[in-house]
């Protein structure tokens, strides 16, 4: 009882200290929840402060001036009043004292109102200036071989002009070097002065020079000069009369010059001047320059030939060897025909393109264990594309695709591996001692067993027994319709027939018990019922039928175990 005794009241001393404990922490937890609390409500407090001295100055500070203009008043109204005792004299000058100072003094109205008006006067005013001084139009103003050209707008039209003009006199032979060295000053453009261009700016430069000049047209190929001519119509009608008697394969949807073809009439130096006749026999002119090629897989002579626009006797005196065949990597000699103005020209082309079909293997029971059939033909698909097809001097640069459309899919190849296993216990002795070599069409019916009886034979017999132990599997020989199953009275026992989509029939009967139901649709190989003894038999065997239109054909023409056979042993070697 004592131990007991103890025990109780050691409980009792711990409930107390425990409950103690956690007095205490709730209580700590609590005070310093209310010290942070403190902690935060005193630092807002001091901000308030803060900010409350902070009005307070800035509200003594704009009220001191008005403080002081008061107590400067009050004075000057006591002093008033005081000369208003004294006499009229003293009285008319204490009263000006007191507007003077109330006007003019420090801190006066007149005083103050500059104080604040007068930087609001000079930032309007600034802002004034500036927006002046924006809505201005600067430019260059250019001096060249003392004498004042003209303005641009910036420096680029000088270097331009610079550069044309270099162009202008680059087909000078002499020696003699032109100063284009220009003085520039920025200045504001009045309504009396036009910017100039840069072409412009180059005719003032030439003219400023002591140079022979003449006007002419400057002609330009993609932006570089190559001499002047009087008249530009007879070197552009030369132009597109050799554009007209250009005359590439196929229908051309466009053609024109490669080269960005530009006459810019100017002053120009007197030697840089062309008779129109040279200028066209420059433009017009072609040179023929020898070149390797590489043959590709595919190329032909022919090909090669039309590429360059070659002679075939000039491509075989170049390649007498060709004549034997073409190597992928073999180099050959041509020649390709330059022009000095290429000519580009675009056709559209519809081509055919074939689209490769896919493989894929698939499981079957169709196909025995270890065969490999093509089940579908794999076919290539067809796509016709239309393009547009760019070409400078024959010779094919870029395509784009305009539109494309799959005329014909692909067919995808299947390729079945067999998965039907069934087959006889001794498929190579199973007919008369030999292997059954029929069509194949159908497969084994039962897992294992062996033929006890054949087609016909002693009793007008309409199928084949196959004898196997009870309980051995039955499988469906062919896909197709279950089309009876169940007890037949007739002596087939328990039985299942089903019809094939290829207007075959075939029937499996004596069976111990039926798998399959009458409506189903099964495939090559999937199990319909077991071997058994039922009905007119004398030992569990599974018979097996099979018809065309009703009438009952042998069924060993339909079975073959070679290439069964043959598997096996290939698998177990």
Known sequence: MNFLKKMADLIVELLVRGSLCTFKLIAAVILMIVRFIGFVLGEIAGIFRILGQGIKWLLRSLTESFRSRVQVSNELAKNVRHAKKEGKKAYINSILTFIGSFF????????????????????????????????????????????????????????????????????????????????????????????????????????????????????????????????????????????????????????????????????????????????????????????????????TVLDIIQKFGMKVDDFNKLN??????????????????????????????????????????????????????????G?????????????????????????????????????????????????????FGQPLAGSGQMGWPVNGGWISDTFISDRNHKGLDIAAPEGTEIYASEEGEVVSAGWNSGGYGNVVMIEHPDGYATVYAHMVMVYAFEGQYVTKGQLIGFVGSTGNSTGPHCHFEVRYQGICLDPAAFLNTVDVSADVKREDE
């Open 104 to 299: 003019f003094g420090e801190g006066g109205v007149l005083y103050t109102a500059f104080n604040y008006l007068m930087p609001i006067v000079s930032a309007v005013f600034m802002i004034s200036v500036i927006a002046y001084g924006s809505s201005l139009e600067y430019g260059l103003a250019v001096e060249y071989n003392g004498r004042e050209l003209g303005v641009i707008a910036d420096e680029t039209e000088l270097e331009a002009a610079a550069r044309d003009v270099q162009q202008r006199i680059s087909y000078s032979a002499g020696d003699k070097a032109i100063d284009l060295s220009a003085k520039y000053s920025l200045r504001i453009i009045s309504d009396s002065d036009k910017l100039m261009n840069a072409a412009r700016l180059a005719d003032e430069m030439l003219e400023a020079s002591d140079e022979e000049l003449t006007e002419a047209y400057g002609i330009y190929i993609d932006g570089e000069f190559i001499g002047a001519v009087r008249d530009k119509r007879p070197v552009q009608d030369a132009l597109d009369k050799n554009l007209l008697d250009y005359k590439p394969d196929g229908i051309v949807k466009e053609i024109s010059y490669a080269n960005k073809i530009e006459y810019t009439k100017g002053i120009y130096l007197l030697n840089s001047l062309r008779e129109e006749q040279e200028a066209i026999e420059l433009l017009t002119s072609t040179t023929e320059k020898s070149k390797v090629y590489v043959v590709k897989a595919g190329d």
């Open 320 to 377: 007498p060897k060709a004549a034997d065949g073409l190597k992928n990597g073999q180099m050959l000699n041509v020649t390709q025909t330059e022009r000095y103005l290429p000519v580009q020209y675009t056709r559209e082309l519809e081509t055919l393109t074939f689209l490769d079909y896919e493989t894929i293997e698939v499981e079957t029971s169709a196909l025995n264990v270890g065969i490999r059939a093509v089940l579908v033909k």
């Open 379 to 431: 076919e290539r698909g067809e796509k016709v594309s239309n393009l547009e097809v760019t070409y400078i001097d024959g010779i094919e640069q870029s395509r784009k695709v305009l539109s494309s459309a799959v005329t014909k899919n692909p067919v995808v190849e299947t390729i079945g591996i067999g998965t039907y296993s069934a087959q006889p216990d001794y498929p190579e002795t199973v007919y």
